[in-house]
């Protein structure tokens, strides 16, 4: 009989376990959480995409007719003009706010035909609307520090204006335009490639979107594409996620409405870590990413059903010779279903390269298959009572069928174990085996199961919790 | 290891081919009895594992569907304390039940400390029997002297038997038993369970976690739902776990079945299966004809398979074994 390994050679990959903040406020700007989710996972061993991470975005509109136009030249010429700093008393034209900037920059449209050269930063008016709207354009570009990237009539007048930055990253996330156009820029971000695991890669964008209002940040936005190679694209496709506080995942390929702003906290204590909803836990190895609320507690306001914002990413292993995939991929949410307290993970799965598909991967376990003892559930330990390991092995459908029908062994999750208990979403991490280890997961945890109603409790649900197994799990954000 | 092919027309004959097997198998006889034997069953992992059988015609009958005679098989620890005892499990003797065959033959996988006893292809009541002592995880023994876990549990086992008949489920037929007694170091657990009522001595299975009507798949419905490898479709195999609760939670791992594996495919009986060039056959047959498929057993599809040593067959002209001098062996 084989003798059933607890580590495959190749799983011996580094992970690491980090804290990132939720850090999204108009206060003092620290680093960037985008930015702390590519410094852990560089240090897991994915690499940057830099031509390919996405450029911060606005769109902003204004009604070209409605433009003002420079007056005529007065009678007297310069002399008779009113003086220039009474423009800067004028509402501005281009306000700018960057985040943890604690002034907007600002720019002035500047009459010539009625003043003087004003003090203050500013653009001439045009002699017709549509070239004070040409003269504004570039204006509004040079202070964003942005290209403009397309010009679209909307009709009526109305001219839409599409910004997008001049390089990739999250620095010009929240900065937010004001004054004869409004908006929020968005979607600056970081785009990192897995590890290659039989020679696919998992390309991952993930940056931060909008709110519904004052421009607050409320999302992360995540696009996952599996594919084959570092330059070949063609055919791939990729799941655009959002992890929102009251939205649902959905697979999209333009982003979805904006969803109601969360409550953002003050900014977090690095040495704390005592369930705030101010860090964000991530583990991450060369193939395998999952993020979520670092500590979230097991109250109504902060279960992961009412506050869902976790991700688990990953591309499985599979044994050597494995013919059943080539290879998949899946992306576990936390919206269609919690993945914290339960090892049934609603998603999305793409196999070998072809389309994302709605779908469910469940990590398996040894069972009693007891009926259960009222108020419990059912445990599997040894003669000493024991906490028992297993391998974490991940089951789905290639093509799902609309329930939990016949799955099929699918692959290994990276540096996994299942454990045949359960635990508190308050429990962050364990010694055991030699390691440290990160609680991932606990099917049906409840403090009290005589509170809790239904079958899960009643007809024999099995106490199992995923962990991952890591290298430390320093509080400290990655610089 | 002895896979015996017995004659089971005649009580004589019945006991004479087990006793020749199980001296194969290496068990030794404690004494005789009236009719029979009480052997012992000694686990190769450590000498002071050990059990009883006691394997005796007493004259008992059973009913129904039919009234026919018995072998009882009685497993026992080795103190023979009654409270310890499992029922004597009744194996019918005579061409009474033979299934279409042209006479009655059971066969019996004996190893030196673990018995499968069935009729080939059946599983009807009477015909089928199981136990012995399983092999036990070093660090948990109490004669281990150096263990490798980290472990400062007081619990050590110095003793564990399991057995059970086919009357109320078995492993012939499932994952579950619900005629059976177990008994580990001094707690003893004796039960026969209606099918519907949860019986404890059990495999391990592996499933998604969810409630017991909740297993892969629609539960209730015929199809079984297995653990496959995507691809291949090759089932799932894993080790044989037997486990009990103690009356409540959790479900102890007590140790494994020897030379003996899971496999999660519907099979019919005996099925041959070669893993890693080593032949088995399957004990288990996920449904028997007019078996209703049960709640708790529906989600899981578990064969029990064990190994193959080639059969060896014993008829009723075999040479019986030399007596004792104070044997009181009835032909």
Redesign the interface.
């Known amino acids: 009989?084989?003798a059933?390994e607890f580590y495959h050679p190749e799983e011996i990959h580094p992970s690491v376990a980090r804290l990132v903040p939720n850090e999204r406020t108009s206060a003092v700007r620290r680093s960037s959480t985008v930015s702390g989710l590519r410094g852990v996972l560089t240090l897991a061993g994915w690499t940057l995409d830099l031509g390919r991470s996405p450029k911060a975005q606005v769109s902003v509109s204004l009604h070209v007719p409605s433009l003002p136009v420079r007056s005529p030249e007065p009678p007297g010429g310069e002399s008779d003009k009113l003086p220039g700093p009474l423009v800067c008393a004028q509402a501005p034209a281009i306000v700018v706010q960057r985040p943890g900037v604690p002034l907007p920059g600002r720019t002035w449209a500047w009459d010539q035909g009625r003043y003087k050269e004003p003090p203050c930063p500013h653009f001439p008016l045009g002699f017709t609307p549509g070239q004070t709207f040409e003269i504004f354009k570039g204006a509004l570009a040079e202070a964003l520090d942005m290209n403009i990237i397309r010009t679209l009539g909307l009709g009526d007048g109305v001219v839409q204006l599409d910004l997008e930055a001049k390089f990739a990253g999250p620095d010009p996330n929240g900065t937010q335009v004001a004054g004869w156009v409004g908006g929020t820029v968005w979607r600056g971000g970081w785009r990192m490639l897995s590890g290659e695991y039989r020679g696919w890669f998992i390309g991952l964008s993930f940056t931060e979107g909008p709110g519904t209002s004052g421009g607050l940040w409320d999302a992360w936005e995540f696009g996952a594409r599996l594919h084959h190679g570092m330059e070949d694209l063609s055919g791939t496709q990729e799941v655009a996620l959002r992890l929102a506080l009251s939205g649902r995942w959905r697979k999209e390929a333009t982003p979805p409405p904006p969803y109601s702003s969360i409550g953002i906290g003050a900014p977090p204590d690095p040495n704390a870590n005592t369930g705030d909803w101010s860090w964000y836990r991530v583990c991450a190895c060369p193939y395998q990413l999952a993020i979520w609320f670092d500590g979230a507690s097991d109250t109504p306001a902060q279960t992961e059903s009412a506050a869902p914002r976790s991700l688990f990413l990953g591309m499985p292993w599979a044994p050597e010779g494995?013919?059943?995939?080539n290879p998949f991929v899946f992306a576990a949410n936390s919206i269609l279903g919690v993945f914290r307290t339960q090892?049934?993970w609603p998603g999305y799965t793409q196999f070998d390269g072809k389309q994302w598909r709605e779908n469910v991967v469940?990590?398996?376990?040894?069972?009693?298959?007891?009926?259960?003892?009222v108020n419990?559930?059912?445990?599997?330990?040894?003669?000493?009572?024991?906490v028992?390991v297993e391998n974490a092995y991940v089951?789905?459908e290639?093509n799902p069928s609309g329930?939990?029908?016949?799955?099929?062994?699918?692959g290994k999750l990276w540096n996994c174990a299942v454990l045949?208990q359960t635990y508190p979403c308050a429990t962050v991490e364990a010694d055991m085996l030699g390691g440290k280890w990160v609680h991932v997961s606990s099917?049906?945890w409840a403090a009290d199961y005589s509170t809790l109603p239904g079958?899960?409790v009643?007809?024999?649900?099995?106490?199992?919790s995923v962990w991952w197994k890591v290298e430390s799990t320093s509080s400290a954000p990655p610089e | 290891m002895v896979l015996a092919d017995i004659d089971a027309s005649t009580s004589a004959c019945f006991r004479n081919g087990f006793h020749l097997a199980a001296l194969k198998a290496g068990w030794t006889v404690d004494r005789t009895v009236t009719n029979g034997y009480v052997y012992v069953l000694t686990s190769p992992q450590d000498a002071l594992l050990q059990c009883k059988l006691l394997v005796q015609d007493s004259g008992r009958t059973i009913w129904p569907p039919a009234t026919s005679p018995v072998i009882d098989f009685q497993f026992l620890t080795m103190d023979e304390s009654p409270s310890c005892a499992s029922a004597p499990y009744g194996i019918r003797w005579g061409n009474y039940f033979t299934y279409g065959r042209p006479s009655r033959r059971l066969r019996f996988h004996l190893t030196p400390c673990q018995v499968f006893g069935y009729f080939p292809g059946v599983d009807a009541p009477a015909n089928a029997v199981m136990g012995g002592v399983p092999f036990i995880?070093p660090n948990?023994l109490e004669s281990t002297a150096e263990r490798c876990a980290d472990?400062g549990?007081e619990?050590?086992?110095w003793r564990a038997v399991w057995s059970s008949s086919d009357g109320n489920g078995s492993f012939r037929s499932g994952?579950?038993s619900g005629d059976y007694c177990v008994v580990?170091n001094s707690d003893v657990i004796r039960e026969n369970t209606g099918l519907f009522n949860?019986p404890?001595l059990?495999l391990?299975?592996?499933?998604?976690?969810?409630?017991?009507?909740?297993?892969?798949?629609?539960v209730n419905f015929n199809t079984p739902?297995?653990?496959?490898?995507?691809?291949?479709?090759e089932p799932?195999l894993?080790?044989a776990?037997i486990?009990w609760?103690s009356g409540?939670?959790?479900?102890?791992?007590?140790g494994t079945l020897w030379d003996a594996?899971c496999r999660c495919e519907f099979v019919t009986w005996e099925s041959p299966f070669v893993?890693?060039d080593i032949p088995f056959f399957s004990y288990t047959s996920g449904y028997a004809a007019g078996y209703p498929p049960h709640?708790?057993?529906v989600?899981?599809v578990l064969t029990l398979y064990l190994r193959d040593p080639g059969v060896t067959v014993y008829n009723c002209d075999e040479a019986p074994p030399p007596l004792p001098e104070e044997s009181n062996y009835v032909y």
Not at chain 2, 248 to 254: L, T, V
Request: with cysteine; net charge positive.
């Open positions: 009989m084989p059933i494995f013919t059943g995939h090892m049934t469940t990590v398996p376990c040894m069972r009693a298959r007891h009926e259960g003892t419990s559930v059912d445990r599997v330990s040894n003669t000493q009572g024991a028992l089951c789905t290639k329930y939990i029908g016949n799955h099929r062994l699918a045949a099917h049906g079958r899960g009643l007809y024999g649900a099995q106490a199992a | 995880d948990a472990d549990s619990e050590k086992t994952y579950v580990h949860p404890r059990r391990i299975p592996v499933n998604r976690p969810d409630g017991y009507l909740d297993g892969f798949g629609t739902v297995m653990m496959r490898w995507m691809g291949s479709e799932l894993h080790d776990f486990a609760s409540f939670q959790p479900f102890r791992i007590r594996f893993l890693e709640w708790y057993q989600g899981d």
